[in-house]
């Protein structure tokens, strides 16, 4: 356990439906990601923040996403409109800004899109 | 451009060593990480190298050569466990991480 936590950890939802899910970092740090990873990939980057502020986005990221972290603690990545291609695992990692900036992965939410 | 190279899977025997290379282009460079990822879990941290050479860490060490684009992962005294798939992760100019597809060992009696 790194600290991370993901909330839900399995979703199940048809296709056209929004989904939400959060992520509650290691409470010291200040900087969060989001990720996406299928089967046999690497993780691929979505977006991080700073504190509140969301630095970067993949430009790759469909308008169908987004993600706030209001207060500079947990976070929440929404996906509107789902389709059958988002269906994926979603990871979050938290790091301390300091020179080695490690990053801590939460557990994941597994989603199913039907 | 950016690029990763890892073999796709590797197969080892329990006691055995193996080592898993990596070759990568980044557009600058600040540090190389290693994760591991057990199937169907998250990614975790393993070692990481900011200069040349190696950095031991019980079974597992990491070597870099920044002039060559490479670094291995070496895993000693092969466990059932190490069984998982093994990410590395140069960080480039804008500091954030590369990920490549990551090499699948499979480690046998």
């Known amino acids: 356990d790194t600290g991370v936590s993901q909330d839900p950890r399995h979703k199940i939802t048809k296709r056209g439906q929004n989904v939400t899910f959060r992520c509650d970092p290691i409470s010291e740090h200040n900087r969060l990601y989001w990720y996406r990873q299928t089967l046999g990939q690497g993780p691929e980057f979505l977006t991080y923040?700073?504190?509140?502020?969301?630095?970067?986005k993949s430009r790759l990221l469909s308008d169908r996403f987004s993600a706030e972290r209001p207060k500079g603690s947990f976070s929440t990545l929404e996906i509107q409109r789902t389709e059958q291609g988002d269906s994926a695992m979603y990871l979050c990692?938290?790091?301390?800004?300091?020179?080695?900036?490690?990053?801590?992965f939460g557990p994941g939410t597994r989603l199913l899109v039907l | 451009g950016q690029n990763i190279d890892q073999p796709t899977e590797m197969t080892a025997t329990e006691g055995a060593i193996v080592q898993i290379n990596c070759t990568y282009q980044?557009?600058?460079?600040?540090?190389l990480f290693w994760y591991q990822q057990h199937a169907g879990e998250a990614p975790t941290f393993l070692s990481y190298?900011?200069l040349d050479g190696l950095e031991e860490k019980g079974r597992f060490s990491s070597f870099l050569s920044r002039s060559k684009g490479y670094s291995y992962l070496l895993l000693k005294e092969l466990q059932m466990k190490d069984s998982a798939s093994y990410l590395c992760a140069p960080r480039g100019s804008n500091y954030q991480l590369i990920w490549g597809a990551g090499t699948k060992l499979i480690i046998k009696p």
């Open positions: 923040f700073q504190n509140e502020a969301q630095l970067e």
């Open positions: 190298n900011v």
């Open positions: 990692a938290s790091s301390l800004l300091v020179a080695q900036e490690t990053q801590y």
């Open positions: 980044t557009s600058g460079f600040n540090g």
